[in-house]
Each structure stands twice: as C-alpha cells, then as structure tokens.
C-alpha cells in the first residue's frame, strides 16, 4: 500500500513559488518524510527531509502540519530547470543497520511555465 | 566528489547476450543499490548490497545477477533477457545506516544505464 499520497501533475509559472502537497495520513511517531526529484533522463536527486520541525537548505523549504499527516513542498522561486517529477517519501532511517530502504510512489509531475 | 557513475549509458543487446552494467563510487559509501525504472513509472528496488554482500533481493529473475567486487563498484550481470527487461537502471549508494547520527539518509543516485533488449 502506497504511504503517500500526491497530485499527478502540477503547473507552477517562473518565478513563482511552487507548493507541492503530500498527504501521509497512516505515518509513525518515528518516520520521517523525504523529497526527491527527478529531472527527465536523470537520476533522483535528494531535496531535503524533516521529522517534525520546518526544514530549509539551498534548495527548498519542507512544511510539515504538526500532526504530521501532510506536508508541502516549497521551491521558493521556481525556474524551467526545476520542471521534474517530485516524490514524496515517508521512512524511518535510523532502525536496523548497513542500508535505507526507499519505496518510490508516483510523485507529482511539476511542470514550471515561462 | 559526491558522484555515482554508471557505464553504458545506452546498451541495446540481444535476448540471448551478455552483458552487465556497473556503477562506481568514491564517496566512500557501504550502502549500493540497483533500481530499475521503465517508462513513466517510478524507480523500483531490485538489490541492495550492504558491506559488499547482499542483504535485499527483491524477488528478481535469476537472468539479473549483481555482483559487488568492492566496496566502490557494483556490477548488474545480464543474461537471457526478455524485450520486457528494456528499462532504465538506476544505481545509488548511500552512507550506512549504522551510524544514524551522522547520516541524513540521503541515497546518491547515478544517471542510470538505459537499456534495450531487442
């Protein structure tokens, strides 16, 4: 079963900020969400990840409500080179030991229009 | 250097060749993984090696055969593949989980190896 939730596509003009939504009703008091994107023909790429608190580094800014069922996706000023897919992923990466397990849904298609 | 390298990029093969793809990295990562990706659908796990063995196999035919010589390369052997196969394969690394405070679980991903199978 799928443990995340997303649009299938998105439109978001330059220069405009673009919020991504995800919905992660059924996650654990210990799992974290993390986003990644993937420009066409390209490998994923690692955005940023939160537990619980508001994160932001050089490439986006991630909101998650405080009860932690949803969160967004924010790239402040989109450009054409972020026209991607974005996925949303929910896991815990500290049990066990050696590798992380990611599980890849959908995601949602941003497409940034000049 | 915080790269993954994957080599063929492009590969077209026969359902009767040989062949394999491989992925290096100098990041110093214990943590490899092959994923494969067809066509607009999302990148699915198919092995992880942790420490150079295996430690997930996600239930893949046997003509898909990984290999990890060291701790930076991570082969994928192909044999008898079926025009199904014909996908874009993807290789991460990723630091290993053990020591949690230190990672972000962050996976570094390669620019995956397209393949078809004719």
């Known amino acids: 079963d799928a443990k995340t939730t997303q649009p299938t596509s998105m439109d978001c003009a330059e220069g405009r900020a673009a919020n991504l939504p995800c919905n992660h009703s059924?996650?654990?008091?210990?799992?974290?969400v993390y986003w990644y994107r993937q420009i066409h023909s390209q490998g994923p790429q690692y955005i940023i990840h939160g537990l619980k608190n508001n994160e932001t580094n050089e490439m986006a800014s991630l909101i998650i409500t405080e009860d932690r069922k949803s969160s967004t996706l924010i790239l402040p000023h989109a450009t054409l080179r972020d026209t991607a897919v974005y996925y949303c992923?929910?896991?815990?990466?500290?049990?066990?030991?050696?590798?992380?397990?990611?599980?890849f849904g959908k995601g949602t298609k941003l497409s940034v229009i000049p | 250097d915080t790269e993954v390298t994957q080599t063929p990029k492009h590969l077209v093969m026969g359902m009767t060749n040989k062949k394999s793809l491989k992925c290096e990295q100098h990041m110093g990562h214990r943590a490899m993984y092959w994923y494969k990706q067809k066509a607009k659908k999302p990148p699915e796990l198919m092995f992880v090696y942790s420490y150079e063995k295996l430690s997930i196999n996600e239930s893949v035919p046997s003509r898909f055969s990984p290999e990890c010589p060291n701790s930076s390369l991570l082969n994928l052997h192909l044999h008898a593949l079926q025009p199904e196969d014909s996908a874009l394969y993807l290789c991460?690394?990723?630091?290993?989980?053990?020591?949690?405070?230190?990672?972000?679980?962050?996976?570094?991903f390669g620019e995956g190896s397209r393949l078809t199978v004719l």
């Open positions: 992923i929910v896991t815990y990466p500290y049990s066990g030991a050696g590798s992380y397990q990611l599980t």
């Open positions: 991460a690394s990723s630091q290993e989980k053990g020591r949690a405070l230190l990672n972000t679980g962050e996976l570094f």
């Open positions: 059924t996650i654990s008091g210990n799992e974290y």
